[in-house]
Nanobody, 123 residues
Framework: QVQLVESGGGLVQAGGSLRLSCAAS?????????MGWFRQAPGKEREFVAA????????YYADSVKGRFTISRDNAKNTVYLRMDSLKPEDTAVYYC???????????????WGQGTQVTVSS
């Protein structure tokens, strides 16, 4: 049974930082996966944020977060992180971790999803 469990969300002031974690379990041949972060703000569609390949560590970011967010993984812990710096109020959303096959952020190519963690950035 695949489980993706996010943590690390919360309330932060604009300009602040947060680090989200996603602990993965039950993924067969985990090194073959791409792990992604997506977000969904109230009244908006879910959008891609960042992704990383377990094998090799290649990364890809949405333009809106490039230079501010960093995705990384810890192979020993089967955990993916999203470090978010210089946060803006428009980064407020529920952030979801997902496992799939597409480094370039097509949500349809991600088959397993976590429950989400709320990030709120106050101005």
């Amino acid at each position: 049974q695949v489980q993706l469990v996010e943590s690390g969300g919360g309330l932060v002031q604009a300009g602040g930082s947060l680090r989200l974690s996603c602990a993965a379990s039950g993924l067969p041949f985990i090194s073959s996966y791409v792990m992604g972060w997506f977000r969904q703000a109230p009244g908006k569609e879910r959008e891609f944020v960042a992704a990383i390949r377990w094998r090799g560590g290649s990364t890809y970011y949405a333009d809106s977060v490039k230079g501010r967010f960093t995705i990384s993984r810890d192979n020993a812990k089967n955990t993916v992180y999203l470090r978010m710096d210089s946060l803006k109020p428009e980064d407020t959303a529920v952030y979801y971790c997902a496992a799939g096959s597409n480094l370039y952020g097509n949500a349809a190519d991600f088959s397993s999803w976590g429950q989400g963690t709320q990030v709120t950035v106050s101005s």
